[in-house]
């Protein structure tokens, strides 16, 4: 079966705090694709990164980094000196094999001044 | 820049009406989605369409048919609304294969 946990429903903190929102899956897919994908208020979902199975490299874009383990089958998001406009819901997503997504519950992330 | 439209942001129905909620993608993408999404509940998949003319059944069906007639254009559509469809409304496109989903911005539908 293929599926997506994100086991944290809501997390709070304070601005300038680093926060990880933990993503992890399930997949008998030898070839697969992650990605992460921000809803900010507004309600329009945004991608933020794509990451193959085959490429295991941690990625960092500006306070934003991604951490992908395959022995865990766990793909984290880190957020570095948050910042309230941060605040949003993330969500995972697993490609199945017939190239649809599916979706974690998401995360809410609470930003506070 | 490359975009999804829907219609309308917000839309107030009564129970019984059919309503048409209109997604237009400018980016000649093969594959289109509409989801709904609730509190706690995540996006769940109404529809989807690979191509003209064609649609699949998602996760929740029940309620709900589409429309795809032009490429560029994916409806969805609620023959008799009732208030457990009081939802937000997202329509996606993507070009198949690998790659990601594009959103549009939404349609939040209450029916009253």
């Known amino acids: 079966a293929q599926k997506v946990t994100q086991a944290q429903t809501e997390i709070s903190v304070v601005e300038k705090e680093d926060v990880t929102l933990d993503c992890v899956y399930e997949?008998?897919?030898?070839?697969?694709?992650l990605f992460w994908y921000k809803q900010p208020p507004s309600g329009e979902l945004v991608f933020l990164i794509r990451?193959?199975?085959?490429d295991e490299q941690n990625e960092i874009s500006g306070r934003y980094s991604w951490n992908f383990q395959k022995s865990t089958s766990s793909f984290n998001f880190t957020i570095t000196a948050s910042q309230v406009v941060d605040s949003a819901v993330y969500f995972c997503a697993l490609l199945h094999s017939n190239y649809q997504l599916i979706w974690g519950a998401g995360t809410k992330l609470i930003i506070k001044p | 820049d490359v975009k999804v439209t829907q219609s309308s942001r917000y839309l107030v129905k009564r129970t019984g009406e059919k309503v048409f909620l209109e997604c237009v993608q400018d980016m000649d993408h093969e594959n289109m989605f509409w989801y709904r999404q609730d509190p706690g509940l995540g996006l769940r998949l109404i529809y989807f369409s690979y191509d003209v003319k064609m649609k699949e059944k998602g996760d929740i069906p029940e309620g709900y048919s589409v429309s795809r007639e032009k490429k560029e254009r994916f409806s969805l559509i609620l023959e008799s609304a009732s208030t457990n469809q009081t939802s937000m409304y997202l329509c996606?496109?993507?070009?198949?294969?690998?790659?990601?989903?594009?959103f549009g911005s939404g349609t939040r539908l209450t029916v009253v």
């Open positions: 990451r193959n199975s085959f």
């Open positions: 996606a496109s993507s070009l198949g294969g690998a790659s990601g989903y594009t």
């Open positions: 997949t008998r897919d030898t070839t697969y694709y």
